[in-house]
């Protein structure tokens, strides 16, 4: 393998498991409220939640070189396993409607790419 190679391969994985890596630490904070008032807790909890896994789509989709699909369930499989990781945290459970919230992230970030992508499309290199 070139060294070029191995630097692009490190230039895209890096923020990806920098950013799973951030991801892991803030679920293994114990529990955390945001607000007292409860509504607010839970919106400031699930909108972190889709913007995590949107940030980790989009790094993901980098590092694989746009393999959409491949992406999203790395992104899936991601916070399946942090879900779990969380249930071992003392004041922290494991919730399907996380992985919900988590789903719609990545979706969210599919989606608001492909679009851009539809705006601005790249020039073709000859």
Do not use: C
Not at 23 to 44: G, K, N, P, R, Y
Not at 81 to 87: A, F, V
Request: glycine residues 2%.
């Amino acid at each position: 393998m070139k060294r070029n190679s191995q630097n692009s391969i490190l230039g895209r994985w890096l923020p990806v498991f920098l950013w799973a890596a951030v991801i892991f630490a803030l679920s293994s904070i114990q529990q955390i409220t945001v607000a007292e008032f409860f509504i607010w807790d839970f919106a400031a909890k699930k909108v972190a939640h889709l913007t995590e896994y949107a940030v980790l789509y989009a790094l993901f989709l980098r590092a694989t070189e746009k393999n959409w699909v491949f992406s999203f369930v790395l992104t899936m499989i991601y916070a399946a396993t942090d879900e779990i990781h969380q249930s071992f945290v003392p004041g922290r459970n494991a919730a399907v409607y996380d992985l919900a919230f988590d789903f719609s992230g990545a979706a969210i970030s599919a989606y608001v790419i492909w679009k851009l992508e539809q705006i601005h499309p790249k020039k073709q290199k000859k």
